[in-house]
């Protein structure tokens, strides 16, 4: 589709800023409702329901209600299955909607939300429908006189706190592997891009999940947000976000029930370059195409560049050639690589370290601006930093922008050090042709996912998850089921 008929469904769209609860669209009790803006222009999309702690006790008992009377969790396996790839198929037979959503509603620019949010969303559905009927319970090899069963049953009611960045794919995550265990869902979207996770409800309705099995909050983190977190009736909290609030959902379920809780936070990757990396153009191509992709706003972007001193000069003279590339423009626009940064907010939060960066002495070797203010949107150039030092702001905290800081080392020792200087320990990419290094390194470093050669390794099969203040969860891959799953033992004297 062209970027003029994008435009055009742009303008004709109808949106619902309503929650979903007990399978229906409906106003916050107190009716309070907050604009939404697109940042891709600055105008109003919709209002959305304000949803608070009355809307919480209301979804709450919908989720609870359907979890006791077991209108999912007692469905075959082989039936909760169908239903689920009905919803993956619905998702992708509404592709073109949803991925406007979710343009307009956090600035991805169209072509990444077709080719990448909605499938991936979608194959995350399907990927845990098509597993719920290959799940076996087990029998403890315990004696002959007894049997001890250990068995895997749902958790009951499931509270899903996502971010702003990837809010389908993020949803995905966590509803698919709960939903697929039998659980019931409330999910509470980001305040900035509410609009993909409430059509997600009504794809879900219109597949068969039952009412009160998936339901949607809309609101602010600490109204709704909050409220979810500390409600007593909640059995579990799967949370991504910042380490920050990832904190203080900790602490909320500690106040309260001591619900379980599941953290995919923050991070700072690093992405370590030998001289002897098997083909430089490849190392470039990542470094730069993963650090802007998603306009820097992922939690596992390579934002910390570590660079061999004698290709150092190589590199750059390379990454700088590829900057032309990443200029933003229009989202709708099916060309765009680079779309528009998800609020003024973050905007000025990108912009406060870029100008940090300055002051503390690092060398701007590009960008650095905001750009197509006109557009009434928010845009920052793809941005990189040379001559960045550990006690530096841009060196230790997560921007979350477009912005890549350069360090250079000469041993490999040196820069596995400084990799793990930092509290986060989400992933890390490492660059060599020699195997033992490359073991070397993928051992010492303290994160979750290392990639070897490559910085894109992505697939549903495998966990995503940090160590440290990363998180202590793993979305995705089998090992997801686990975390919406109780372990049941029971003894039979035979
Ligand atoms: P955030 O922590 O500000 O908000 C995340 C969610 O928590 C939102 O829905 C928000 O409304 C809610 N929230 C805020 N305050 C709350 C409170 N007091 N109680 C309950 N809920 C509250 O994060 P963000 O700005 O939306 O997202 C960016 C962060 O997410 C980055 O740090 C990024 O690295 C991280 N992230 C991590 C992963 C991962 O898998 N590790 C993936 C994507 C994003």
Known sequence: MSTRLWHDRATSIQIDGRAFINGERVHAVSGATFENTSPVNGRKLCHVARCDSEDVNLAVLAARTAFEDRRWAGKSPAERKRVMLKFAELMRANRDELALLETLDMGK???YSLSVDVPSAARCIQWYAEAIDKIYDEIA????????????????????IVPWNYPMLMASWKIAPALAMGNSVILKPSEKSPLSALRMA???LEAGIPAGVFNVLPGFGHEAGSALALHNDVDCIGFTGSTRIGKKIMEYAGQSNLKRVWTELGGKSPNIVCADCPNLDEAVEAAIGSIYFNQGESCNAPSRLFIEESIKDKFIEKALAMLPAYVPGDPLDPATVMGAIVDNIQLNSVMGFIESGKAE????????????AESGGYYIEPTIFSNVTNSMKIARE???????????????????????????????GVWTSDIRKAHHAARALRVGTVHVNQYDGDDITVPF????QSGNGRDKSLHALDKYTELKTTWINL
């Open 109 to 111: 620019p169209i072509k």
């Open 141 to 160: 090899p315990t004696n002959d006189a007894t049997l001890a069963l250990i068995t895997r049953e749902p958790v009951g009611v499931v509270a899903a």
């Open 202 to 204: 009504e794809i879900a």
């Open 361 to 372: 002495g690092a060398t701007l070797l590009a960008g650095g601006n905001q750009v197509r």
């Open 398 to 428: 997560e921007i979350f922008g477009p912005v890549l800081s350069i360090f250079t080392f000469t041993d490999l020792n040196d820069a596995i050090q400084a990799a793990n200087a930092t509290a986060y320990g989400l992933q890390a």
């Open 465 to 468: 998850g940090g160590y440290k």
